[in-house]
């Protein structure tokens, strides 16, 4: 599982002339995020890229990490590349694939067989490639990674939404998707839209029940679902220096809720701990030589308004445990109002089931301090009123916690210790319920509680709390109790009150662990072989898409001319669909489904001009292959919006149609495009949306002098023999104009290695 030392070197030995020559470009001192960003500029882009506000940046990350169900297209992709070995160190986990039913053993050993295909792929892949590779029941992605991984200082992207959980350890760690998972790993830069900043400036200490999970409950409050988009939030200050580097980690994983692109802590003496406790000493040794570096600068500091674009204050001596919810998480509620907002409200008091864990809260400083509730249940006879379920962040944490009689304590309260996945948090949970159409509420120490994730029911009402303030309500099963304040009828008739947690940030005998999951990747890759059944639904190797055909395109049919919205979850539905989101043939299945066509405002009901007949997007577009017709879309405004998903790009490329002619684009999606070989066009004219009628054919003309800068044609050849001719746009530079005309960007990779 070895952490690369060199690697580490190399980004500390260019730490301090980046930094430099960022503040003489600047003529300012530096935030913590600038000098971790500047430092991570390809070299390209460092001579002319000091300075905020400039647009997309090329960077290179240190590190990829991926989780189960995105590795899977991200490496089918990346095995087009041609290289032997991945260019960054790369990790795949095996996390989200794991059913939560019964209890750890038994659902673990369902998922292996259940997933066995998926599992054998990614093992055998990760082996071949030089990735490492954690098994399922090692532990759940971000957990792993601030364990192993992160480390001050450091960029990383992973292909989940909460890899900033390594900004904990002062990593600049960013969410994506697998495209560019791929492009990193195949050695390309990657590239980002220089952040806009906010500080939150964390003072005072915490006490008694107030933890970590309270600090990013409040700050979700503060800045709501969207308030972090497009932004880095950078904490400091004497507060964030007294809080542990997991409940760091506790409070940039959830930042993902506000929308941020990442947070981040600075360096600092709980870093270095941590460091030291999970067998790092070298890095931290290594982060000690180049401290000065791994904060943002004094003056920064001292005066944060001109520095940052917003700045949020918080002072931790006065800050109330919150619980957030129901169904988003920024409905902040201080515990003192919640009793009172539960009632207003008529939300369900009597709560069903508490939940612990996940990637967000899962540190032993957690387990630890909702144990001590836990075991308050015992010592002062009170019976558990709801249902409770543990979930460890990791095989490291779960076999300490077990060796230490915590997870001793949750079992002897009535609490059911899950596998160390992700389980209820992404909604695998086989929950028992007797009434689904009953109103009901959950609580959980996750991230995330909007409708239907953990089980999938609409009438679920979930809130979010830390694991100690969860681990009391599951003791008292009602809402409307406040653990800080209210008594409890024990079961000799007493009133009994909770004492204040109390929890233990590192665990005094230390970590153990007899088996992590870890399989380490071959030394030489070149005889293994990558296990993908050729009758696997699941699972298709992909093969490389056609180059251009070196003329014009002509004689294109209409598939759709989609109205209004049209997201990248219209494009490729997720839901069932994600069972086959590495078997790109049956994927594609789903394209465009959700799309609205103009001429009849339906969704998957498109006009076959072969037969006349009506019928569902795919299996007409699939109907134009077979023919070896081409086709194109016709999109509306900020076409392809929404997660970065690679399949909305891969489905329409895989079945044959040519090119995407909208009004815009959502700019993600239309790299995605390029990055396939497809045509991404705007209409010159937007009002030429409306000169597109449902039995035109098309051609696109001007290709072979394709140039940046320079408009195509698209002619409309409409029925009875009328004409238009519109100018189309596009913002092809040359690279990309190369990857249209090799049919891929990966087609370009893989000629290069051969090379
Ligand atoms: S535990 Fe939840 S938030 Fe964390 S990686 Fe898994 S699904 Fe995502």
Same mark, same amino acid.
């Given at each position: ?214 600090? +990013? ?369 049956? +994927? ?148 990309? +104009? ?18």
């Amino acid at each position: 599982m070895a952490f690369d030392l060199e690697m580490i070197k190399q980004v500390y030995s260019r730490l301090g002339s980046r930094v430099e020559a960022a503040r003489k470009a600047t003529g300012k001192p530096l935030t913590l995020t600038e000098k971790i960003l500047y430092t991570h500029l390809t070299e390209g882009a460092a001579q002319h890229a000091y300075t905020r506000g400039v647009d997309y940046v090329d960077f290179a990350p240190d590190r990829v990490a991926m989780q189960d169900a995105t590795a899977q297209m991200a490496l089918l992709q990346f095995m087009q590349a041609g290289r032997p070995k991945v260019a960054v160190p790369s990790t795949v986990h095996c996390d989200h694939l794991i059913q939560a039913k019964i209890g750890a053993d038994t659902d673990l050993d369902t998922a292996k067989s259940q997933n066995k295909e998926v599992y054998d792929f990614l093992a055998s892949v990760s082996d071949k490639y030089g990735i490492g590779f954690w098994k399922p029941g090692a532990g759940i992605i971000h957990q792993v990674v601030l364990e192993n991984y992160a480390f001050p200082g450091g960029m990383m992207i992973g292909t989940d939404s909460h890899t900033p959980n390594a900004g904990g350890l002062g990593m600049v760690a960013i969410g994506v998707g697998g495209a560019d998972a791929c492009d990193v790993m195949a050695g390309l830069p990657w590239e980002l839209k220089f952040p806009k900043l906010i500080g939150v400036k964390l003072t005072g200490k915490m006490s008694g029940w107030t933890s970590a999970k309270d600090v +990013i409950l409040k700050v979700a409050g503060i800045l709501t679902v969207k308030g972090g988009t497009g932004a880095i939030v950078e904490y400091f200050g004497e507060g964030a220096e007294s809080l542990s580097a997991t409940g760091k980690g506790t409070i940039c994983n959830m930042g993902a809720e506000i929308g941020a692109t990442t947070s981040v802590f600075g360096y600092d003496a709980k870093s270095e701990a941590y460091l030291r406790g999970t067998e790092r000493a070298e890095v931290a040794d290594l982060a000690n030589a180049v401290k000065e570096h791994l904060t943002g600068d004094a003056e920064v500091y001292a005066n944060p308004e001109q520095y940052f674009d917003q700045v949020i204050e918080i002072n931790l001596s006065e800050l109330e445990p919150h619980v957030n919810g129901p169904f988003t998480p920024d409905l902040a509620w201080p515990i003192s109002k919640f009793a009172q907002a539960v009632k207003e409200n008529g939300w369900p008091t009597k709560l069903e089931v508490g939940l612990i864990g996940s990637c967000t809260n899962s540190s032993y400083e957690d387990i630890t301090r909702a144990a001590s509730i836990a075991h308050q249940a015992v010592t002062k006879s009170l019976k558990t009123a709801a249902e409770f379920t543990i979930t460890p962040g990791s095989e490291l944490v779960r076999y300490t916690v077990e060796r230490d009689g915590y997870l001793g304590t949750f079992e002897g309260m009535g609490g059911v210790v899950l596998a160390n996945a992700c389980g209820p948090c992404i909604g695998q949970w086989a929950r028992h319920t007797d009434d689904p159409t009953r109103k009901n509420s959950i609580i959980t120490s996750f991230n995330r509680n909007f409708a239907k994730r953990q089980d999938g029911n609409p009438n679920t009402h979930a809130f979010v709390a830390s694991p100690e303030i969860v681990t009391a309500f599951v003791i008292a099963g009602d809402l409307t109790f406040n653990p800080l304040t209210d008594s409890l009828t024990n079961e000799k008739g007493e009133q009994v009150k909770f004492d204040e947690p109390k929890g233990i940030e590192l665990p005094v005998k230390g970590f153990a662990v007899e088996d992590a999951g870890y399989q380490a990747p071959a030394i030489d890759g070149s005889k293994v072989e990558v296990k993908v059944d050729p009758k696997s639904s699941r699972l298709q190797l992909l093969d490389p898409f056609a180059a251009w055909e070196g003329t014009d395109l002509k004689g294109l049919k209409l598939l759709i001319k989609a109205k209004g919205k049209c997201t990248t979850d219209h494009i490729s539905m997720a839901g069932p669909w994600l069972k086959f989101r590495g078997h790109l043939d049956n +994927i594609s299945n789903n394209m465009l489904i959700g799309a609205i066509n103009y001429f009849n405002d339906k969704a998957d009901t498109v006009k076959n001009e072969l037969t006349g007949e009506y019928g569902p997007v795919p299996a007409t577009q699939r109907a134009y292959k077979a023919a070896g017709i081409g086709s194109i879309v016709v999109g509306d405004e900020n076409y392809g919006e929404g997660s970065s998903r690679e399949h909305a790009a891969m489905e329409p490329r895989h079945l044959g149609v040519r090119a995407i002619l909208v009004k815009s684009f959502a700019r993600i999606h239309e790299t995605n495009l390029k990055k396939q070989g497809m045509l991404a066009l705007t209409f010159a004219n937007p009002a030429d949306y409306d000169k597109i009628l449902e039995d035109d054919t098309f051609d696109i003309v001007g290709l072979t002098g394709f140039a940046p800068g320079k408009p195509l044609q698209v002619v409309i050849n409409h029925k009875g023999g009328l004409q238009d001719t519109i100018a189309v746009n596009h913002t092809y530079n040359a690279q990309q +104009i190369e990857w249209f005309k090799a049919g891929g960007a990966l087609n370009i990779i893989r000629r290069q290695q051969k090379a």
